[in-house]
């Protein structure tokens, strides 16, 4: 987690979010607000959520950073083409803002003169094609270990309940929470945390891969990031 703009924004990185402190709430409400979709984050800068020039600025970079994540292109020409696009659109926002286009034209700098090797997800892996949410305080392991988990077998981690989402986990699947209720009208299958953990456990010994056992207290999967930069 990174604090940013004296914590008026942040960059949630395990959970890749951009997380506002909703200025429009104050002084009567303290209310911070989890984006990761292109248009939620249009209507915080058009709408002020995030208030001050160098703050719209960096919430703006970061919010960038948070949708490149989550790109799906396979060639490194397409991906930061998708990035331009998304950083057009957020400038677009608010056009006379000057931090604000200072902030995403140094982000596109970044990826004029970086080094971008996109990795591929893990072939043949048991979630490959598939994506998982999770909702609630996990109590067997982090939201972040089980995140990686789902990344090492090939699967994609998202932050919102939509329509091509695969499986919802939480550890109370009677909870009334707002995914579960949404998972429940889309249909999307919701797995108790002990079932998720489970199927885990039963691919990586599939794999050959018993030393990362899920219900051990230690050991945890190495990271498969989607994005290098060199």
Known sequence: MYDLQGGTVRFDVPHNRLLLLDQ???????????????EEMVEAIQTLRVRGAPAIGVAAAVGLAVLANERKETDVP?????????????????????????ALGEMERVLALSGIRLLSPVPGGAFAGQSFCFTGE??????AEAEKYVRSLGGAVKTSVTKDLSFLVTNDTGTGSAKNRRAAELG?????????????KSAQETAGSRAQDPVRKSGKPADSPQMELG
């Open 24 to 38: 429009t709430r104050l002084p009567g409400e303290t209310v911070v607000l989890a984006l990761h979709g292109l």
């Open 188 to 200: 999307i299958p919701v797995w108790a945390e002990e079932a998720f953990l489970q199927r885990v």
């Open 138 to 143: 996990l109590l067997t392991v982090k939201r």
């Open 78 to 102: 397409a991906f930061c083409d998708a990035v331009r696009q998304n950083a057009a659109v957020l400038r677009a926002a608010r056009p006379t803002a000057v931090n604000l286009a200072w």
